[in-house]
């Protein structure tokens, strides 16, 4: 007889679903990746904003519909191996675990930026790891307790974000915007990694399991996330550029706090820089979340070692899974750069959701609630981003997903040759 296949409690209503999906998204991406993507763009960053914005709006409504068709822990490691095949599940899983996990490093070391501008003597390396075990031990502690945790953190940080546009504007000059111009690959490439600041919305997805009615919540929670922050970003990065200009702000890891500066208001920068650690807090908060259903799902199905599925019955949560989650994201934060931990974390993030669009483009016509053209449209433009990263973070990044196939592939080939062996002693008998 099997066993019953674990299974997670759907706690999560629509409130809850976009908080934990505006909770992954603001956080990281406009308090600390507008810096190297202004850096390679300029002022153009807006432009770069705006073409990441809908790459983002494309892959939402993808992953929408696929959600909404397989509410399940896992996302696109769920939709490849539904939709297309084991392999390309598989793939779409391992990408994303190492996606996630360098944008979770990324996120724990804005964090210590941000502090370390507040606190100089404190080692930002040091807190960045600390942070990283302290959001594990939330997160071990269960699905409920993270939910309302990230909704007072969300309500926070969203007044941050508009107290620095509300502030800045009466302190904004338009000349400091100039020149308003880049080159296209210039322009791509920041669009790439400002991706990063989008991609959470995929929170939802893989929460696919422990939210009420999915079929209607997921889709909605998506679209709002990513519509409300969306306009936060943009009216972010105009007035953190009208306050500083192009080049002060791509010099800085704490960008937000250093335009909140120039406008005197000491209590400003206190106030903003509070708010980035409150931001990149959350978004760990619900990467991690995301991070360690992936890693149940993944384990659930044989694709990972099983012990990792185990759930703890006092707090219901994939506990083995969250602990290994955030070890390996504490390691990453101990010894990598942070600039290099955004670029990996954006091109694995743009590969996983080109899967996320090509499975959403596969779906049965009487499954999809949009055109596959969008899926097209998703599929395209996250590969045409993609390319556009550094070369060494590309190599890199392709090299650690052959392993991860090659370790599939390895797993697969003894567990046929183990079913064809007692088949063959099941024949003898």
Known sequence: MNAPRRRLARSLGYVDATAIGLGAIIGAGVFVAIGPAVGVAGSAALIALVIAGFVALFNSLSSAQLAAVYPESGGTYVYGREVI?????FTAGWIYLIAAIA????????????LDFLFPAISARAIAVIIALAVTLINYMGMKYSAEV????????????????????????????????????????????????????????????????????IPRAILSALGISAGLYLGTLFIALGLMGAGRLAASDAPLALAMKDTRMLWSVYAVAAGALVATSSVFLTDLL?????????????????????VRGRFGTPHRAVLTSGIAVALLTAFLPLRNLVEAGSFGLLLYYAITNLAAFK????????????????????????VFLPWRTIVLELIVIAVGIAYFIAMRAISSRRRHARSAESSRG
């Open 85 to 89: 095949n084991d392999l390309t599940g």
């Open 363 to 386: 779906l049965p016509k009487e499954r999809r609630r949009y055109h596959k053209v969008l899926g097209a449209a998703g599929l395209v433009s996250c590969i045409g981003l993609a």
């Open 150 to 217: 990230n909704d007072v953190m969300v309500v926070i940080k969203v007044g941050v974000l508009v107290l620095f546009i509300a502030l800045g504007a009466f302190f904004f000059k338009a000349a400091r915007l100039a020149p308003f111009h880049a080159e296209a690959a210039g322009v791509l490439r920041a669009a790439a990694i400002l991706f990063f600041a989008y991609t959470g919305y995929s929170r939802v997805a893989t929460l696919g399991e422990e939210v009420k009615d999915p079929q209607k919540t």
């Open 103 to 114: 944008a979770d490093s990324a996120i724990a070391l804005t964090f210590a930026a941000y």
């Open 290 to 310: 995301g991070i360690s259903r992936v890693v149940f799902a993944m384990a659930r199905n044989g694709d990972l070692p099983g012990f990792l599925s185990a």
